[in-house]
């Protein structure tokens, strides 16, 4: 969740913060948008997603959120049924994950995500959000997403 939100604030879309945070729930917080765009703000990938995310709507932004809580739903259920990260069912999953930043935000090549999910299991706020949704998810993301990466 807050990969959608950091993507959106980073934007400059036409919905508003208040609308954000009713989709995106507490994973919402402006100081993100700063932060990114201090960090990224000056590389192809952001400036391509600006242009993507700048005319969503609530309803695109929703669908967003809602995919990507599928996509979560679908890690925790193959992590509980013994799948590892590294998996067909795992990378079949990352794979998934990558496809939905290149078709929603900007082209992201496999080692580009796996350089992202590297966030997942060091930045606390990264790790917090997918712990939340089930205990070792972020770990099982970002194997899973490496494991992806390696496949070339």
Not at 8 to 33: C, H, K, T, W
Request: glycine share 8%; net charge negative.
């Amino acid at each position: 969740m807050i990969d959608a939100a950091l993507e959106d604030e980073m934007s400059g879309n036409q919905v508003s913060p208040a609308e954000l945070r009713e989709i995106f729930g507490d994973g919402f917080d402006d100081d993100y948008a700063t932060e990114a765009e201090q960090r990224w703000g000056d590389t192809d990938a952001w400036q391509q997603s600006s242009r993507r995310t700048q005319g969503y709507s609530v309803e695109q932004w929703q669908q967003v959120k809602d995919e990507q809580d599928d996509l979560n739903a679908r890690f925790v259920a193959a992590m509980r049924a013994g799948h590892a990260a590294g998996s067909e069912a795992g990378t079949a999953l990352a794979e998934e994950a990558r496809q939905q930043i290149c078709r929603w935000f900007y082209d992201c090549p496999r080692e580009m995500h796996a350089a992202i999910a590297q966030m997942y299991v060091t930045d606390p706020r990264f790790t917090a959000s997918y712990e939340e949704i089930a205990p070792g998810l972020a770990q099982y993301v970002h194997d899973a997403v490496v494991a992806n990466g390696a496949r070339g």
